[in-house]
Antibody, heavy 119, light 106 residues
Framework: EVQLVESGGGLVQPGRSLRLSCAASGFTFDDYAMHWVRQAPGKGLEWVSR????????DYADSVKGRFTISRDNAKNSLFLQMNSLRPEDTALYYC????????????WGQGSLVTVSS | DIQMTQSPSSLSASVGDRVTITCRAS??????LNWYQQKPGKAPKVLIYAASSLQSGVPSRFSGSGSGTDFTLTISSLQPEDFATYFCQQSYTTPRTFGQGTKVEI
C-alpha cells in the first residue's frame, strides 16, 4: 500500500525556518517525481514545488522561489521541504504528492502537515 | 503562468442530478488536464487524468472531456458521497496550476 506521511509542521514566527519531511512507503520511491502542494485554511490548492526522481529537475512556484528548497533522499525514501524566511501567507496545510508514473497526475497524497506562521 | 478558471464556484444539486463543472485554461494545454475531488479534512483524490481518462477505482458516473483550453467534468447521477469540492489542474507545464475549486452542495 502506498503511503506518504508528512511531518515537521508547527507554529513558527515570521522570518524563521521550518523543515518538512515526507516519508514514503509501499512503492519504489526513486522511480517517481514528487511534489509539494499547499492549501491555506479555507482556500484552494496551490502547487509549491517539484523534484524529479534523481533530483535533476527542480521547480518552484514564484511565491516561494528563493526561500524554499525541495530535496529528496532516495536511500531513505524521504522528501523534504526546507522553508526559510517564512511569511504569514505561507500558513497552510502542506501536502506531499506522488506524480503518477504513466501520466502527470498526483496519484497519491499524504495527509498534510500544518504550518502556521504567526508572531 | 497558465491560469485555470473554474465555473461555477459553487452549486447546489440533489441526489440523482447530472452535474457539470467547467474549467478553462488561459492558453492551450492540449489534453493535460486533471480533476480532483476533495472532501472536508481529507487530501484531494484524483478522478480524471489526461482530460478524459478515469483513474482506477473511480466510479464510472464521473467523466471528463475537452482539449485545448476548455474542459468539463460531468457527474452523470450525483450520489450522496459526491458532495465535495472539485479542482481542475493543468499538468502541461510548471507551475502546475489549479483552478479555484467548485463546491458541490446539497
Amino acid at each position: 500500500e502506498v503511503q506518504l506521511v508528512e511531518s515537521g509542521g508547527g507554529l513558527v514566527q515570521p522570518g524563521r525556518s521550518l523543515r518538512l519531511s515526507c516519508a514514503a512507503s509501499g512503492f519504489t520511491f526513486d522511480d517517481y517525481a514528487m511534489h509539494w502542494v499547499r492549501q491555506a485554511p479555507g482556500k484552494g490548492l496551490e502547487w509549491v514545488s517539484r523534484i524529479s526522481w534523481n533530483s535533476g529537475t527542480i521547480d518552484y512556484a514564484d511565491s516561494v522561489k528563493g526561500r524554499f528548497t525541495i530535496s529528496r533522499d532516495n536511500a531513505k525514501n524521504s522528501l523534504f521541504l526546507q522553508m526559510n524566511s517564512l511569511r504569514p501567507e505561507d500558513t497552510a496545510l502542506y501536502y506531499c504528492a506522488r506524480e503518477g508514473g504513466m501520466a502527470p497526475l498526483f496519484d497519491y497524497w499524504g495527509q498534510g502537515s500544518l504550518v502556521t506562521v504567526s508572531s | 503562468d497558465i491560469q485555470m478558471t473554474q465555473s461555477p464556484s459553487s452549486l447546489s444539486a440533489s441526489v440523482g442530478d447530472r452535474v457539470t463543472i467547467t474549467c478553462r485554461a488561459s492558453q492551450s494545454i492540449a489534453g493535460y488536464l486533471n480533476w480532483y475531488q476533495q472532501k472536508p479534512g481529507k487530501a484531494p483524490k484524483v478522478l480524471i487524468y489526461a482530460a478524459s481518462s478515469l483513474q482506477s477505482g473511480v466510479p464510472s458516473r464521473f467523466s471528463g472531456s475537452g482539449s485545448g483550453t476548455d474542459f468539463t467534468l460531468t457527474i452523470s447521477s450525483l450520489q450522496p458521497e459526491d458532495f465535495a469540492t472539485y479542482f481542475c489542474q493543468q499538468s502541461y507545464t510548471t507551475p502546475r496550476t489549479f483552478g479555484q475549486g467548485t463546491k458541490v452542495e446539497i
